[in-house]
């Protein structure tokens, strides 16, 4: 008897790891909301933007996504009970000087039922954006309609002020 279940307990393992693996649905990705992966650059390169600090405006909570981090992509979480989403950015460029902007993403939220197993989410198609220009050179819609991609849909051109 204990022959034979030596020989059964490894197949009937392997069977149920296999099962158990199919049950998993691959095309949902890491990111299970939708939101837009902004990618920063200055000049023509990605660039990392030093000490840079970015808020939600308007919203309820704790809005906070960056602080005074080093970053060269973020996200930014759109609210999809409004068509308007708001952030404020920040950082110095100097000892003494400190630039602030403001992004303001004009959409339209879109109700999007992926799987049983992903489940419902908001995707948002961005119709127009505007921009305060104090540091921020501008912004660049790569792709209009904001899924779960982990593909960043945003440019963020920064002015590059060594060269100024």
Known sequence: MRRLLRHIAPSVLLAASVFLAACGDSSCYDNGSSLPLASLYMGKSQQVIPQLTVKGIGVPGDSLLADAT?????????????TTTSFAFSHPVSDE???RD???FHYQPIAYFHSKECGAMYNF?????DCTHHGID??????????NSTVPSLRIYFTDFDLL
């Open 70 to 82: 080093t970053v060269s992509e973020i996200y930014l979480p759109l609210q999809a009970s409004v």
């Open 97 to 99: 000087i400190v630039v």
């Open 102 to 104: 403001t992004i303001t």
């Open 125 to 129: 198609d961005i119709q127009r954006i």
């Open 138 to 147: 501008s912004v660049v819609v790569v792709k209009s309609l904001i899924t």
